[in-house]
């Protein structure tokens, strides 16, 4: 089983609609989670940090479930500007390592 | 406003070169990493380090070796640069500071390697 996978769509969604990203994980230690958002030919950055069960911030909500291993984050009233890769990234336990998806590609179409 | 530079964006080297990829961070953590990108394979972990002097192998660590002389510094090396080295290269630093899990990691802008 892989460590992290992502769906890697593309998610082709028009402006205003809410879509979700799931992101399941394989090591049950892990303990913090991370949302990264990459535009093209850029570095990752991070969109949201999860350390208890969840978190929101504006039109994003992330969720984590750890009884299925899984962290889903929500985006609402998508703008074209939310147009990007989101990595998915669970740390080790203790390694300060984190192992990354490959990425969940969305397009927000006008 | 929180830092990591590398030395290059855009780097062409000719194959059996010696290849030095520099990164800096000014946020005085603790750990850091190098990764490189490739399309549909994502990021994979090359190496990284923990403290000065401390490296760790990652998941490909193969055709590379790392310096860390300083704390800020974390130097990629490639001995003998190969075609299959052509990517995109990216350095990342974190902190230990939180007491219930990993902190972010932030991410220098990239270089782009291309080994002809």
């Known amino acids: 089983r892989k460590e992290v996978e992502q769906d890697p769509g593309p998610f082709n969604v028009p402006e205003g609609a809410t879509v979700a990203f799931n992101c399941t994980y394989s090591?049950?230690?892990?303990?913090?989670f991370f949302w990264y958002r990459q535009d093209c030919r850029k570095e990752p950055k991070l969109l949201m940090s999860?350390?208890?069960s969840g978190n929101e911030d504006g039109r994003f909500t992330a969720q984590l479930n750890r009884a299925s291993q899984y962290i889903s984050l929500l985006i609402r009233d998508s703008k074209l500007s939310d147009s990007a890769t989101y990595l998915c990234?669970?740390?080790?336990?203790?390694?300060?390592?984190?192992?990354f998806g490959k990425g969940t590609k969305l397009s927000v179409i006008p | 406003d929180v830092k990591v530079t590398q030395s290059s964006r855009y780097l062409v080297k000719r194959t059996g070169e010696k290849v030095f990829l520099e990164c800096v961070q000014d946020?005085?953590?603790?750990?850091m990493f190098w990764y490189r990108q490739d399309p549909g394979l994502g990021l994979r972990l090359i190496y990284f380090?923990?403290?000065?002097?401390?490296?760790e192998k990652g998941d490909i660590p193969e055709g590379y070796s790392v310096s860390r002389e300083k704390k800020e510094r974390f130097s990629l090396i490639l001995e003998s640069a190969s075609t299959n080295q052509t990517s995109m290269y990216l350095c990342?630093?974190?902190?230990?500071?939180?007491?219930?899990?990993?902190?972010?990691?932030?991410f220098g802008p990239g270089t782009r390697l291309t080994v002809l």
């Open positions: 990234g669970p740390s080790g336990a203790g390694s300060y390592q984190l192992t």
């Open positions: 999860v350390y208890s």
């Open positions: 946020m005085d953590h603790e750990n």
């Open positions: 090591n049950s230690a892990s303990q913090s």
């Open positions: 380090s923990y403290d000065v002097k401390m490296k």
């Open positions: 990342a630093s974190s902190s230990t500071e939180r007491w219930d899990g990993e902190d972010e990691q932030f």
